[in-house]
Nanobody, 127 residues
Framework: QVQLVESGGGLVQAGGSLRLSCAASGRTTNNFDMGWFRQAPGKERVFVAA????????VYADSVKDRFAISRDNAQNTMTLQMNNLEPEDTAVYFC????????????????????WGQGTQVTVSS
């Protein structure tokens, strides 16, 4: 079991930056691939970015590639999402998630492949 807690959300103007953090407790993060997902009001939860347990490979949704950067520190049991040049379309609740490693990177994009989820943190980008 692992417990995940997100932090760092807030209100920012378009073009601004935020840094989200995900702190894990229970099992250490180096046992898991980890990812970020987001859910806007009335919409499905969608993939944002993921990082394999070693940190050597990352995957991004096309909508955030070149603006967001995912990283992890297994020694600190944390994962971060640096979000730059934010757009109003990035407004959503952001969730961190963890999954048992395995399979190719395609599976990192699927919410159904993640076993553990945080409660989410709200990100609001004003125009």
């Amino acid at each position: 079991q692992v417990q995940l807690v997100e932090s760092g959300g807030g209100l920012v103007q378009a073009g601004g930056s935020l840094r989200l953090s995900c702190a894990a407790s229970g099992r250490t993060t180096n046992n898991f691939d980890m990812g970020w997902f987001r859910q806007a009001p009335g919409k499905e939860r969608v993939f944002v970015a993921a990082i394999v347990r070693s940190g050597t490979n990352t995957v991004y949704a096309d909508s955030v590639k070149d603006r967001f950067a995912i990283s992890r520190d297994n020694a600190q049991n944390t994962m971060t999402l640096q979000m730059n040049n934010l757009e109003p379309e990035d407004t959503a609740v952001y969730f961190c998630a963890a999954r048992a490693p395995g399979g190719n990177t395609y599976y990192l994009r699927l919410p159904s492949n993640y076993n553990y989820w945080g409660q989410g943190t709200q990100v609001t980008v004003s125009s």
